[in-house]
């Protein structure tokens, strides 16, 4: 009698179907990554790799070493595959069809940030606040669509008078983090709260006792998990690369922070935006 061959590549059929064929071949730790997968796919390609490893009761290196023993290039990748099978075909990056695509974004946009709205913890907000009002230099992180946002960090920040400041080069970036003393804050931004050169900024600032806040949708991942404070941001179903409204969240939480600032800073927020206001109005014709 023949056996059915096993598929050598999860590009070969859809991920779950190639993690349930290969289940007879794991190991027992193995097993309890993939039927975490396997029960609930839905919740799972929304979790970090550290929520990820504590459901299924192993460790980040063991949820690593599964992924790349099935040939997937990683945890992400891995997310990337079951999501897309998640996804229908001609839905939105919110899972819908859009029979109306511009009543049906602004929808699911309005909903992101009602759902940020009741996430983020306002003690933490406010601690947060405090720590970058008060700092000498605020350094602001950020990969990819979460670049976005740090950019604008550290243009509004500058807009009130603060000396912030982001770099594309995370060379530079790194090298301006070693560099900041504990009288100094770094801003990060990261959606999926894994891009691991943002984590290496975060681990480096902490090693320097420079407090740390993140902006991320994984309150429990590596990003998070060495962070001083962590506001947590709603995210689309699904998605693992950043998509336009994973930035938005990310800005709406930004303009609670430059608000909260302003407040905090007062007289000299105000003459620095004045000032700035004057220095702008001057490029226009």
Known sequence: MSSERLPDTPQAVPALTFLRA??????????????ALLRAPEEAVQMSITELADRAGVSEATVSRFCRRLKFKGYQDLRIHVARELTPPGAGSNGQTAENPVATAAAATAGLLDQTAHLIDP??????????????RLACVGLGASGLAARAAAHH????????????????????IALLT?????LAFSRSGSAKDVADCIRLARAGNVPTVA?????????????????????????VVGTLDSTIVQLFVLGLLVRGCASALGASAESASSRVTDVIMGKLY
Do not use: Q
């Open 123 to 136: 003690t933490a907000l406010a601690r947060a606040v405090t720590l970058i009002a008060g700092a000498r």
């Open 182 to 186: 504990p009288a100094d804050v770094v």
């Open 215 to 239: 902006v991320t949708n994984a309150p429990r991942s590596p990003v998070a998990k060495h962070s001083d404070v962590v506001l947590h941001v709603a995210s689309e179903n699904y998605a």
């Open 22 to 35: 290969r289940l007879a071949s794991m190991s027992g730790a193995e097993r309890k990554i993939a039927d």
């Open 157 to 176: 920040f500058l807009g009130i008078g603060m000396i912030a400041e982001t770099h594309a080069d995370m060379h530079v970036m790194t090298t301006s």
